[in-house]
DNA sequence: TACGACACTTAGGACCCAACCA
DNA sequence: TGGTTGGGTCCTAAGTGTCGTA
């Protein structure tokens, strides 16, 4: 271990080991590679579709039993090692206990009820048919088939039994024409039927391919491009990438030293061998009149009449009711994103190696089509040819290619409001779920392996600590070079941590200060218990996990504690005689609290200061509105007008602190991707609030199947 | 068992547009 | 009526984790 790690020295165990070089992985891959076991993995994949169906078991509650803190008592501004992102998580991260007795990052852990509480996984297990090998759709449900009534919710044996098929189940295909029609409004429940079992995605599958991206336009001769001074005509192949850079003039990246070399570079690449004799030097290039241009266009664009504009939806809306939609297995499904990436220059995340390298232009020859054999098939464009047509059931996605960057394949996939999205983001919940029930033998486990005379289990245990305590993610390895130097749990190096016997008044303290996916810092001062002062590991720990539980990874444990902190706080924050805005605001505090253990940022809006200042020039204004009603209504009694404009300086107040408290925070990613929708579909159902003041349309289309499961009882 | 390819989820920023306000 | 604001959507990069193969 070369690494300069001296400086821990006195904290450090001998055995102990934060991955101090890249170079030095290798040495431990032996060890600690990744293990396959397809048997299992088989056996899991069956037993993972059934899990526990919470309805029989919202009657019983779970008891918390302890309830471990961990206070944050990092306030320290610190190093400018990291620049740029870094000041803004600088200054969110290391926030003081708040009012609501919340400190980041915050950690509610609960203790596991007795398994029997989690009944065997039958209820969610559906089958379809394996031999049928003709699935044609004879009738294609929208959205708003008809599905038969059968109660609220399934019940636990009721689909033990495969089902025929899904037309005879419903007996729709056959003799239900009339009924879709009966009852336009009414979804499709996709979470009352059975699934497949056989790890087929669908069994049938038809779209109209990808809308491909617009062909270059060349720019009119007016506008012109100069090298050293004098006007230059390039050749429409180097002039396309030429007005990408053009575009980005305003932008951070063109001034970035790898960002114009990579560019250069590629552009290069792109020239006629005149041209590139000629164009040597990307600072005597004059883009200048190319990004007026760009910026004219942009302005015509905002300035067109209603009536252009029009005409501009009408045909996205077109394009999208056409290519927009795909049919899957009976139903009309939309598709996330159906438009093939266009061209231009790559905006890689941080302090990217490849930023400004050339993604070149995807053709239908370097275009896959998934569908069925017996769909109708996507046409490539007139005079083209698809790389590949492809009918794998085995996977959910409709188009795939594989970008020029980093070589990785890009996919056209489904909306998350479609059934096969989600149910995968259901079963998330599930496993998460069934951490809960065994997440304290685990944490006693891993504290019992930190005694363990094998470097390897104390790091490992190590690891999981931190994973669980402090929702880090888990640090796949990365190819040097190839990306930002980001880092998670596993891949943490000595750099990215200190250790201290004693801070802050605090006993064994950790510091954490490193970039993390997307270059975001992550930045955490946190006390430990004794025996975790030192040793990471550095490699999967997925096989051990999987040994624990079942479908248990590394990053079940985020979205479990994410999970299990809303719900906590949920239980915290809300008290019964507030009005609906502090409730709101007690919700997005909860979810704020998992937004920060989870370290979701976003950067500072450009405008927050200003209309900080403009609310709170409303509020002052509303006070002093409020104290002439108050004077006035001593002699006039209008005791109406006081209460309204009390509640309104109260909804105004309550949206200064809610806006100051989210201003580097993003809730965004926690509430869609980390947090149990059924958790807030039931707060929402005991305390009356709307599910729109929580959910907006697309996020009621995405958790449509907890909106409709959920009662107001429901506990994670 | 090791590794690369592949599949899919998670993520922040850009952009658009409707609501709101002066 | 024009400008501003902020929520919603789009875009696509960057992660995690699995699978197949040698």
Redesign the pocket.
């Known amino acids: 271990m070369s690494g300069d790690h001296s400086h821990n020295d006195s904290q450090i165990d001998s055995g102990s080991r934060v991955n101090d070089s890249h170079k030095h992985k290798d040495k431990y891959?032996?060890k600690e590679?990744?293990?396959?076991d397809?048997k299992k993995?088989r056996e899991r994949?069956k037993s993972k579709y059934g899990n526990s169906d919470h309805k029989e078991f919202s009657e019983k509650k779970h008891r918390e039993k302890e309830r471990i803190k961990h206070e944050d008592v990092s306030t320290d501004r610190h190093k400018d090692k990291h620049k740029e992102?870094d000041h803004r998580k600088e200054e969110i991260k290391p926030k003081k206990e708040k009012e609501n007795g919340f400190a980041s990052p915050h950690r509610v852990k609960t203790e596991p009820d007795n398994d029997h509480f989690y009944h065997s996984p039958k209820s969610l297990k559906r089958q379809r048919d394996n031999d049928e090998t003709e699935f044609k759709p004879k009738k294609i449900k929208l959205e708003n088939d008809r599905v038969d009534k059968k109660g609220k919710k399934r019940k636990q044996d009721e689909d033990i039994k495969p089902k025929k098929t899904q037309k005879n189940k419903k007996g729709e295909v056959a003799d239900g024409k009339k009924k879709a029609k009966k009852e336009p409004e009414e979804k499709w429940k996709w979470w009352e039927e059975e699934r497949a079992t056989d790890g087929s995605?669908w069994r049938f599958l038809e779209h109209k391919g990808p809308v491909m991206a617009a062909p270059y336009e060349p720019l009119p001769s007016k506008v012109r491009f100069f090298y050293d001074g004098k006007q230059m005509k390039l050749a429409p192949q180097a002039e396309e990438v030429a007005t990408f850079f053009a575009k980005m003039l305003d932008h951070e990246y063109t001034t970035k030293d790898a960002f114009r070399k990579n560019f250069f570079k590629d552009w290069r690449k792109e020239m006629t061998s005149e041209e590139k004799s000629k164009i040597t030097d990307l600072k005597k290039c004059n883009f200048n009149e190319m990004g007026e241009y760009f910026k004219a266009q942009s302005e015509a664009r905002k300035a067109m009449t209603k009536d252009d504009?029009l005409k501009i939806?009408v045909e996205n809306e077109r394009l999208l009711q056409e290519y927009g939609f795909c049919i899957m297995d009976n139903h009309k499904e939309r598709i996330?994103?159906f438009?093939i990436?266009?061209p231009?220059l790559?905006?890689?995340?941080?302090d990217?190696p490849k930023m400004g390298m050339l993604?070149r232009r995807i053709r239908p020859e370097d275009i896959i089509i998934n569908c069925s054999k017996d769909s109708k098939h996507p046409k490539p464009p007139p005079g083209t040819k698809w790389k590949e047509l492809r009918h794998?059931n085995k996977?959910?996605?409709l188009v795939?290619w594989t970008?020029s960057?980093q070589g990785s394949?890009k996919?056209i996939?489904l909306n998350p409001s479609s059934r096969i999205?989600g149910e995968?983001d259901w079963q998330?919940y599930e496993t998460a779920r069934n951490l809960k029930k065994c997440v304290d033998r685990l944490r006693n486990q891993y504290r019992e392996d930190w005694k363990s005379k094998e470097m390897r289990i104390r790091q490992r245990a190590v690891a999981l600590y931190f994973i669980d305590k402090l929702a880090l993610?888990?640090?796949?390895e990365?190819e040097e070079g190839e990306?930002?130097d980001?880092v998670?749990c596993c891949s943490l190096r000595v750099e990215h941590i200190n250790l201290y016997p004693e801070k802050d008044g605090q006993e064994f303290v950790v510091e954490f200060d490193f970039l993390?996916?997307?270059?975001?810092r992550y930045y955490n001062k946190v006390p430990v218990e004794k025996r975790v002062r030192t040793f990471f590991y550095t490699s999967i720990l997925?096989k051990h996990l999987q040994e624990l539980m079942d479908g248990l990874?590394?990053?079940?444990f985020r979205?479990y504690n994410a999970s299990i902190t809303l719900q906590q706080q949920l239980k915290e924050l809300t008290s019964p005689d507030e009005n609906l805005p502090a409730k709101i605001l007690s919700y997005n505090r909860a979810n704020r609290a998992v937004a920060i253990l989870?370290?979701?940022?976003?950067?500072p809006?450009k405008?927050f200061e200003?209309?900080m200042q403009?609310?709170q020039t409303k509020i002052d204004a509303k006070k002093d509105q409020l104290s002439d009603a108050k004077r006035d209504v001593k002699i006039c009694g209008y005791k109406k007008a006081v209460e309204r404009l009390e509640e309104q300086l109260m909804k105004l107040e309550v949206q200064a602190t809610d806006?100051e408290e989210n201003k580097q925070i993003?809730l965004?990613?926690?509430k869609l991707?980390?947090l149990d929708p059924r958790i807030s579909v039931a707060w929402c159902k005991k305390w009356g609030i709307p599910i729109e003041k929580i959910y907006?349309?697309?996020q009621r289309e995405k958790f449509a199947w907890a909106i409709d499961m959920a009662e107001d009882d429901y506990e994670f």
């Open positions: 891959k032996d590679h990744k293990h396959k397809h993995d994949e992102k995605k504009k939806k996330a994103n438009r990436e266009p231009g790559f905006r890689g995340r941080g990217h993604k794998d996977v959910t996605w795939s970008e960057i394949i996919y996939m999205k995968k998330k993610r888990a640090g796949n990365k990306s930002a980001t998670g993390g996916k997307d270059s975001i997925n990874t590394a990053k079940v979205t989870c370290n979701h940022q976003r950067a809006p405008t200003k209309s403009n609310l806006r993003a965004g990613t926690s991707n980390y907006n349309k697309t």
